[in-house]
Nanobody
Framework: QVQLVESGGGLVQPGESLRLSCAAS????????MGWYRQAPGAQRELVAA???????NYEDSVKGRFIISRDNGKNTVYLQMNSLKPEDTAVYFC?????????WGKGTLVTVSS
C-alpha cells in the first residue's frame, strides 16, 4: 500500500502564491511518476502537472508559466508551486502516484482563490 498526504492548501487572494506538498509513504521501492490533479466545484478532475521518475515535467495549458512541479526523492515528496493564482484555480487538489497499472490518491487539499 501507498499513502499520500497533501498539505499546503488554503485561502489566498488573486495574484498570490501557494505551495502544495505531497508526502508519500508505504510500499515505495523506487522513484515513481507523480502528479497533481484538481477538481473544481461541478467540474471533472483534471491533470494539472506531472513529473516522471526521471524528472521530466508536463503541465496543463492553463497553468504553464505559473505553476512548477518538483520532487525531493530523498523525502518521497512532490511539490506544486502555484504562482499568480486566479479564481479559476480554486479546486480541491489531489496528489497522485502511479505504480504500474495502479493509481494512488491522497485525500486532497482545498485551494481557494478569492478576493
Amino acid at each position: 500500500q501507498v499513502q499520500l498526504v497533501e498539505s499546503g492548501g488554503g485561502l489566498v487572494q488573486p495574484g498570490e502564491s501557494l505551495r502544495l506538498s505531497c508526502a508519500a509513504s508505504g510500499r515505495i521501492y523506487s522513484m515513481q511518476d507523480m502528479g497533481w490533479y484538481r477538481q473544481a466545484p461541478g467540474a471533472q478532475r483534471e491533470l494539472v502537472a506531472a513529473i516522471t521518475s526521471g524528472g521530466s515535467t508536463n503541465y496543463e495549458d492553463s497553468v504553464k508559466g505559473r505553476f512548477i512541479i518538483s520532487r525531493d526523492n530523498g523525502k518521497n515528496t512532490v511539490y506544486l508551486q502555484m504562482n499568480s493564482l486566479k479564481p479559476e484555480d480554486t479546486a480541491v487538489y489531489f496528489c497522485n502516484l502511479k505504480r504500474g497499472s495502479l493509481d494512488y490518491w491522497g485525500k486532497g487539499t482545498l485551494v481557494t482563490v478569492s478576493s
